[in-house]
Nanobody, 125 residues
């Protein structure tokens, strides 16, 4: 079992910044990737950013949704099994519930995908 604990959401004015954190724990043999998705009321869940774990080297390969790629930055601390999302120049259309996702391999070499509870980000206009 994998547990994901998110933090950092809140209410900000347009143009402001927030930093989200998500810590993974549980039965994790290998952390393959972590990412952030968001869902606004009446909208489909969409990719915000995902990063492939760099393992021992600490390197990571990041991918961003088109609407955020110039404003958001994802990073990962493999030792802490924690992913971060730095959100700058926030816009009202960024308002959504942000969900953390982790792709992991357990001790039986099985692949798993797990989700956090979600944290609300609200950007006022």
């Amino acid at each position: 079992q994998v547990q994901l604990v998110e933090s950092g959401g809140g209410l900000v004015q347009a143009g402001g910044s927030l930093r989200l954190s998500c810590a993974a724990s549980g039965s994790i043999f290998r952390l393959s990737a972590m990412g952030w998705y968001r869902q606004a009321p009446g909208k489909q869940r969409e990719l915000v950013a995902v990063i492939i774990s760099g393992g021992i080297t600490g390197e990571g390969s990041a991918k961003y949704g088109d609407s955020v790629k110039d404003r958001f930055t994802i990073s990962i601390n493999n030792a802490k099994k924690t992913v971060y999302l730095q959100m700058n120049s926030l816009k009202p259309e960024d308002t959504a519930v942000y969900y953390c996702n982790a792709e992991t391999v357990d001790y039986g070499r099985r692949s798993n995908s797990d989700w956090g509870q979600g944290t609300q980000v609200t950007v006022s206009s």
